[in-house]
């Protein structure tokens, strides 16, 4: 099983907003119940090409774009097919679009509302989740 973090780089620091991330940690799930373990299997950058629009705004940006942007859409659908061999996607917040973009790649979205901010720590409150 695959599970996708928003990161904001190498050192796999989350980024609360998925829409907006940099980049996105990915990680192979083993084992099963209490024995689970996760691997960092890669660092995939987001695809999005409008991130440079959003710079001077940090991870609380809330998205402020309708389901009728299609070019806004569009670089939301970018995120899933990057992510469409993912199972689940770790966010503190997800705007509409980057909802349904998941749900249309089947990317399960987990919502993390806790203190951490290493990814691995944030793998280990939320896993009892993983399905």
């Known amino acids: 099983m695959k599970i996708a973090i928003p990161v904001k780089d ?10 907006h991330t940099p980049m ?10 209490m024995f689970r373990s996760f691997k960092l299997e890669e660092i ?22 309708g389901t009728d942007d299609a070019e ?3 670089q939301h659908v970018k995120m899933g097919e990057i992510l469409e061999d993912c199972d689940y996607i770790v966010v503190k917040r997800a705007c509409k679009n980057t909802a349904n ?13 806790g203190a951490s901010v290493k990814s691995d720590a944030i793998l280990r ?4 989740q993983f399905i």
């Open 10 to 19: 190498e050192t796999l620091t989350f980024f609360g907003n998925a829409g």
């Open 24 to 33: 996105f940690a990915i990680y192979e799930m083993n084992g099963g119940g």
């Open 101 to 113: 973009a998941m749900k249309n790649y089947a990317v399960k979205i987990v919502k993390y509302d």
């Open 125 to 128: 409150e939320v896993s009892a």
């Open 72 to 74: 806004h859409v569009a």
């Open 44 to 65: 995939r950058n987001n695809p999005r090409t409008d991130l440079d629009e959003h710079e001077d705004e940090d991870e609380s940006h809330q998205c402020s774009h």
